[in-house]
């Protein structure tokens, strides 16, 4: 496809199982991005990839956040025993990577998560 | 701590006039600064961005002023249309590294 896809879109976890997004980015985009974006607030960074290495992971949240991207081209994100306060959108981006020309980053339509 | 604060968190325009939302940043290492558009249930999409080194861009009916000394920039819609009616979210990004940083965001909402 021509964009960031992401699946599944939506997803209901029963508290405390163990849930795993995926991002497929656009072919060819060397960096990708994981952002947390609660209701009603603007996306918040989670980590980031350059190929399959993670550059920062800073923005985890916790130690139950993990994200992997094996051969630098699909990602995935696992939170395990989820909380509800982990219910959010999740959303991946990626971009061209060459920050010195703020190359634009392109988002997907993320994945809701609703723990209950 | 919130590096980049938004106003208004919702606005009401009528159709043809002009939407205003405003940014603040503290961090004087940003050095991009890109506005996103956002539709229920998508993602954010760039919308026009610029660097500090221009006071002012324009791309059609949208512009972003930018004001380095008081550290803050501002998104100018002329001539709003329903199709604008949606969230807008104003980022900030360092030089050199490609993590946003995004405001809390504004519903806008064009009237007839």
């Known amino acids: 496809g021509a964009g960031v896809s992401q699946s599944p879109r939506y997803k209901v976890a029963k508290r405390g199982q163990d849930v795993a997004l995926r991002c497929d980015p656009i072919?060819?985009?060397?960096?990708l991005f994981w952002y947390q974006q609660a209701l009603g607030q603007g996306p918040e960074f989670l980590t980031y990839f350059q190929n399959e290495a993670q550059l920062d992971k800073s923005g985890l949240p916790s130690d139950r956040f993990f994200a992997e991207r094996p051969e630098g081209s699909v990602s995935t994100l696992k939170i395990q025993r989820t909380q509800q306060e982990d219910s959010a959108v999740y959303l991946c981006?990626?971009?061209?990577?060459?920050?010195?020309?703020?190359?634009?980053?392109?988002f997907g339509q993320g994945t809701r998560l609703t723990v209950v | 701590q919130q590096q980049v604060k938004q106003s208004p968190q919702s606005l009401i325009v009528q159709k043809g006039g002009i939407s205003i939302i405003n940014c603040a940043y503290e961090n004087t290492a940003f050095d991009y600064f890109p506005w996103y558009q956002q539709f229920p249930g998508k993602g954010p999409a760039l919308l026009i961005a610029?660097?500090?080194?221009?006071s002012e861009k324009k791309e059609g009916r949208f512009t972003i002023s930018f004001n380095k000394s008081a550290k803050q920039f501002s998104l100018h819609i002329m001539d709003s249309q329903s199709g604008d009616s949606a969230t807008y979210f104003c980022?900030?990004?360092?030089?050199?590294?490609?993590?946003?940083?995004f405001g809390t965001g504004t519903r806008l909402t064009i009237i007839p």
């Open positions: 072919s060819g985009h060397v960096s």
């Open positions: 981006a990626s971009s061209l990577s060459n920050p010195t020309m703020n190359t634009e980053a392109f």
């Open positions: 980022a900030a990004r360092i030089f050199g590294n490609e993590k946003l940083t």
């Open positions: 610029i660097r500090p080194d221009v």
